[in-house]
Nanobody
Framework: QVHPVEPGGGLVQVGVPLRLSCVSS????????MGWFRQVPGKERVFVVS????????NYADSAKGRFTISRDNAKNTVYLQMNSLKPEDKAVYLC??????????????WGQGTQVTVSS
């Protein structure tokens, strides 16, 4: 099983780029579609972006289009989320998920523990 882990995250100022990583020790990592969600206290998880197994096909939420970029390096068992032009409203716990490319969290069977991203103005 894939068991994603998200090291990184942190506190950045508005406009400062931040890259999140999602890593796995699973030998079959390349067979999993992957996604990123984010969540704020008291709210449900919200889809950010997904990528298919090969990294060719991506799907972005409107909030992420033009600012965030997902990529993956299957040789390193890692998915990246490059976040540019960060805004205070991007503050959330970002969670990596495996097993689907849809916008619905219920379709993803595997989840990381999440990493906090805070954007200060």
């Amino acid at each position: 099983q894939v068991h994603p882990v998200e090291p990184g995250g942190g506190l950045v100022q508005v406009g400062v780029p931040l890259r999140l990583s999602c890593v796995s020790s699973c030998a079959t990592f390349s067979s999993y579609n992957m996604g990123w969600f984010r969540q704020v206290p008291g709210k449900e998880r919200v889809f950010v972006v997904s990528v298919n197994r090969s990294g060719v096909a991506t799907n972005y939420a409107d909030s992420a289009k033009g600012r965030f970029t997902i990529s993956r390096d299957n040789a390193k068992n890692t998915v990246y989320l490059q976040m540019n032009s960060l805004k205070p409203e991007d503050k959330a716990v970002y969670l990596c998920a495996a097993g689907a490319t849809t916008i619905y969290s219920r379709n993803y069977p595997y989840w990381g523990q999440g990493t906090q991203v805070t954007v200060s103005s």
